[in-house]
């Protein structure tokens, strides 16, 4: 019942019934439009469903994968959390903000865009140059053409990426 935002003093409040009906009628909606809710409280919803989708067809990644961190460079460098988890020839490259207060303005609402992340990159090990890569939550696709990604070129949409390579 947690699924849209809610200003409660708890999250999730479980006091509520859940009205799964209103849910229901929220997901159709999001399934049956092609641009991504940013500015209503179905992002919550849509972030969750897309990623349980995506960890329900490639569970391996999730159950079985390698954790590795990844070491970020640049002025915002400590804003951002990013890691890879790989198993066999698939992974997924995780890329989340940190102590975004500072980033973020009346101009500025979400901590995304080039402005925002200057010159921040993540550096890569080196399987994963030359491959293509696609963000799960965006559909965008990207070419890993260089050891480090470009966070401000990643995060231009949403304010967190996760990024799926077949190496």
């Known amino acids: 019942g947690s699924e849209l935002f809610k200003f ?6 479980n006091r509520k019934s859940v009205d799964y009906d209103y849910l229901q009628q929220k997901l159709e909606e999001i399934k049956s439009n092609d641009l991504l809710p940013l500015e209503s409280g179905k992002m ?3 972030l969750t469903v897309s990623l349980l989708n995506f960890r329900q067809k ?7 994968g390698n954790y590795i961190p990844l070491e970020s460079k640049g002025i915002k460098s400590r804003n951002i959390v990013a890691f890879i988890r790989q198993f066999e020839d698939e992974a997924i490259i995780v890329l989340v903000p940190r102590l975004v207060y ?4 009346d101009k500025t609402m979400l901590p995304i865009g080039e402005d925002v ?8 090990p080196h399987e994963y140059f030359g491959h293509k890569c696609f963000d799960i939550l965006t559909n965008q696709e990207y070419d890993l053409t260089e050891n480090r990604i470009n966070i ?5 949409t949403l304010p967190i990426a996760m990024l799926y390579v077949k190496l």
Request: no cysteine.
């Open 117 to 124: 992340w200057k010159d921040t990159v993540v550096n890569l």
């Open 8 to 13: 409660t003093l708890v999250d999730p409040d």
């Open 58 to 64: 490639h569970q391996d990644i999730f159950r079985r």
């Open 44 to 46: 919550k919803l849509y």
């Open 102 to 105: 500072n980033m973020v303005s």
């Open 152 to 156: 401000g070129r990643i995060l231009n």
